[in-house]
């Protein structure tokens, strides 16, 4: 005999509540073949309709057909089957059962592949906390540390450009306090207080202009090519005076975001790469590059679950 398996579409208790199967009257599991049922009539069905010579009813077919008599009449309980909608066309094959539990088995592998164990989740609440006492409001910042009263994108296009002086001191102030932030952000984490410093200040040195380069790029829009930084809005002029970037590391990697802007500022780029980047072993010069990739190895695990470190 044929191998079957039945099409379900499970409803759900809690939300329904109990709810009795229509041919036999005993607790439904769910929808099998086209009807609510119990696992009994679905097994009866999946077993008696594909068969050549179906049952005679003795009693013409006037048996009652309940949780405590559905056995007395196969004949009956399966006319009372198929009045009530289950079909046989719902039945699966062999091979259709062979692909739908292999599907099933992949779905349950993909599941457990996403739990995370508790080590785990303290690691991410860890790079979570960090990231939001140091680096999330970091831009919000900006401007207490005496921004000019102009800046170039904010006069139109006849004025005359400001001195470079101002903005590039309000520059090289923004640089140091991301800098001094991203410093604050690697020290929250005991994963990094665990290295030498030697090789701490040889991560920060490798590491510290793509934290930044990944920070500012969550800042830009592609619409309006501007950065948008708390209360402050800046343009790709404020970092150019006429042909000529400013040089400041801030400075150039708005020039850098801003000229790949349609490949570089992605939304993909989350601030999940931000501690991957710090525990990076291709970084200069580290002491003990082994001590650096166990640690980097687990961030970067975790980094993997965007959803989750979608910051």
């Not at 790029?217 to 800046?234: A, E, K, M, S, V």
Request: charged share 20%.
């Amino acid at each position: 005999m044929t191998a079957t398996l039945t099409l379900e579409t499970m409803t759900s208790e809690e939300e329904y509540g109990p709810r009795n199967c229509v041919v036999c009257g005993d607790r439904a599991t769910g929808y099998h073949f086209h009807a609510l049922t119990c696992e009994g009539c679905k097994g009866f069905f999946r077993r008696t309709v594909s068969k050549t010579i179906g049952p005679i009813c003795p009693f013409a077919g006037r048996c009652e057909v309940s949780k405590a008599q559905r056995r007395h009449c196969p004949a009956c309980r399966l006319q009372k089957c198929l009045n009530v909608g289950m079909r046989k066309d719902m039945i699966l094959s062999a091979e259709a059962l062979a692909l739908r539990r292999a599907r099933q088995a992949r779905r349950r592998a993909q599941k457990a592949s996403l739990q995370l164990s508790q080590q785990q989740k303290e690691l991410i609440q860890t790079l979570l906390g960090a990231h939001t006492r140091h680096v999330g409001p970091m831009f919000d910042q900006f401007v207490q540390f005496r921004p000019p009263a102009y800046l170039f994108s904010h006069h139109r296009p006849f004025q005359p450009l400001a001195p470079v002086l101002p903005l590039l001191t309000h520059f090289a102030d923004i640089n140091t306090f991301m800098v001094q932030q991203i410093i604050k952000f690697t020290k929250d984490l005991p994963l990094f207080r665990s290295l030498t410093m030697e090789d701490q200040i040889s991560l920060l040195k490798g590491a510290a202009v793509e934290i930044l380069h990944i920070s500012l790029n969550t800042t830009f829009c592609l619409q309006t090519q501007n950065f948008f930084c708390g209360p402050l809005c800046y343009k790709m002029e404020d970092a150019v005076h006429g042909e000529t970037v400013v040089q400041n590391t801030v400075c150039t990697l708005w020039y850098e975001v801003w000229s790949n802007g349609q490949e570089a500022a992605q939304p993909t780029i989350s601030h999940s790469r931000v501690p991957v980047r710090v525990f990076g072993v291709d970084h200069p010069l580290p002491q003990n590059p082994e001590k650096i990739a166990a640690p980097g190895a687990r961030v970067c695990a975790h980094g993997c679950h965007g959803s989750l470190l979608s910051w």
